[in-house]
């Protein structure tokens, strides 16, 4: 439920790490990224070994071959926080890199570029040509921008997270919990990734604010359950406006098992209490036995609407600015992202405030039957993103 790549035109996040240095020395990250966007064959010996054994040649070539065409020469790199920006004549490009000792590139992200001067319109535009079903919105300080099918309850992932962790905040503000309270992983509780935390065993002893930390960051699915059961399924459900919300654990084990989850659909509120509790007891499946499609009746449904309403509920909490997603965390005072996958399902879902207060939500849920064209629906997010910092840039006219 969480999406990783490495070395792709609309990663989210991306990383290679080497320990042996190669054959090429760049002396400046702008030099490497210089050379890798503007040569027209991409040297092998440019790149640590380690980097090409994740990211072949090949594939490294053809990315940066379809880059290259798609925004154009480049015309300067300017730095931009921990990472830089390329720009062209038409394009704007996020970029991050890491050499090693050597000055060889040990990792290399290269996030949607982004066209210039799109506004908000333009940029919806590109989401209204993505097949299958799309809702958008774009709110500023709770006023509607632009929205399609926004009160739709369609598939959203990992997003639903953001109702665990509201109940969460509501315990710590009435005092029944705190950030630094310890509590031990049970074994109902251990999930499958996206995540860490699976790897420890049963009975190790975790605070509250690392679970959520870690829900949020990297989409912690177990770090989700032990948080689901610490504050309450009833209450999560709730939040989301739906009946009923399963455990990651639960849909997993809902997912490889047809007979066990035609019971759930077909089970009412008492019944599917029973159901939950029969899954307590059971073992995981093995990650080869779940369907990576998504699979209709058992999973998060929640329309953008709620989940703009729930950002701005946890009012830009710290944990949700660990991973801002395809925004660009220096263009903003704060940033809170969120967003869930899996296949047939894309939600983003972003809180940005600037630096005169003014707070946005842009959220986009995409559902399809088929496997997603991810890197289309990144770039068009990513351009959504840009046109609301370029409107939020622009002092607003009085009519």
Request: with cysteine.
């Amino acid at each position: 439920m969480m999406i990783v790549r490495i070395l792709g035109l609309a990663a989210a996040i991306g990383f290679a790490i080497a320990a042996m240095p190669a054959l090429a020395q760049f002396s400046s990250d702008e030099e490497a990224i210089g050379k890798v966007l503007g040569s027209e064959t991409v040297e092998e010996a440019w790149f640590t070994p380690q980097f090409i054994d994740q990211v072949p040649i090949a594939q490294i070539r053809e990315i940066t071959e379809a880059t290259r065409k798609a925004i154009g020469p480049v015309t300067g790199i300017e730095k931009s926080g921990d990472g830089f920006v390329v720009h062209t004549a038409t394009h704007d490009m996020p970029v991050m890199i890491t050499r090693d000792a050597d000055g060889a590139i040990a990792g290399m992200l290269l996030q949607p570029a982004v066209p210039h001067g799109v506004g908000v319109a333009e940029a919806t535009e590109a989401l209204d040509t993505l097949p299958g079903r799309v809702a958008y919105l774009v709110t500023r300080d709770g006023e509607t921008l632009a929205a399609r099918d926004a009160d739709a309850e369609l598939a959203v992932g990992s997003a639903f997270k953001l109702a665990v962790l509201a109940a969460l905040r509501e315990k710590i503000a009435d005092g029944t919990a705190s950030w630094d309270q310890v509590i031990e992983l049970e074994a109902r509780q251990i999930s499958l990734p996206s995540g860490t935390l699976q790897l420890l065993p049963p009975g190790s002893p975790v605070t509250i604010h690392t679970l959520a930390a870690l829900m949020i960051a990297i989409s912690d699915n177990t770090a989700t359950d032990a948080l689901i059961d610490f504050v309450g399924r009833a209450r999560v459900a709730e939040l989301l406006g739906t009946p009923d919300v399963n455990k990651t654990r639960e849909l997993f084990m809902l997912k490889a098992d047809p007979q066990m989850r035609q019971r759930y659909l077909d089970a009412g509120p008492a019944e599917r209490d029973s159901i939950h509790k029969e899954l307590d007891a059971r073992p995981l499946p093995a990650a080869n036995a779940i369907p990576g499609q998504h699979v209709a009746g058992i999973e998060y449904y929640v329309p953008l609407t709620r989940l703009c309403a729930l950002m701005e509920t946890l009012d830009g909490e710290p944990v949700l600015g660990l991973n801002p997603g395809l925004a660009n965390k220096n263009d903003w005072a704060s940033v809170a992202y969120k967003g869930g996958s899996e296949g047939g399902v894309l939600n983003l879902t972003t809180r940005l405030a600037d630096a005169s207060g003014t707070v946005w939500c842009a959220a986009m849920t995409w559902n399809d039957g088929k496997a997603l064209d991810e890197t289309t629906g990144y770039t068009a997010y990513s351009s959504l993103l840009t046109a609301i910092h370029n409107q939020a840039e622009t002092p607003a006219v009085d009519e």
